[in-house]
């Protein structure tokens, strides 16, 4: 089972850009589906997007055109990149791979 460590989280106005990280243990990772969501305490797990071994992405439509996912398999890393962040998204967010997941990194957007 492939380990996942976030990272990336912190504190950004509104309408900037944050890049988030998720580490894979092995190289295992790169051949796995890789999903990003988020959270907000109180509330259920959000799925955020997904990316195939294979690289074709996919978005929920809230974020699609702001956000991307990509990933560099040389270094067993998957990306979320998040431009024109809204306050609503201040979440926790998860990177997901199979039954694995990370800990979580904290995102706040402020108004």
């Known amino acids: 089972q492939v380990q996942l460590v976030e990272s990336g989280g912190g504190l950004v106005q509104s309408g900037g850009s944050l890049r988030l990280s998720c580490a894979g243990s092995?190289?295992?990772?790169?051949?796995?589906?890789g999903y990003w969501y988020r959270q907000v305490p109180g509330k259920q797990r959000e799925w955020v997007a997904l990316?195939?071994?294979?690289?074709?992405?996919n978005y929920a439509d809230i974020v699609k055109g702001r956000f991307t996912i990509y990933r560099d398999n040389d270094k067993n890393t998957m990306y979320l990149q998040m431009n024109r962040l809204k306050p609503e998204e201040t979440a926790v967010y998860y990177c997901?791979?199979?039954?694995?997941w990370g800990q979580g990194t904290q995102v706040t957007v402020s108004s």
């Open positions: 990316i195939l071994s294979g690289g074709s992405t």
């Open positions: 997901n791979a199979g039954h694995s």
């Open positions: 092995g190289s295992i990772f790169s051949r796995m589906t």
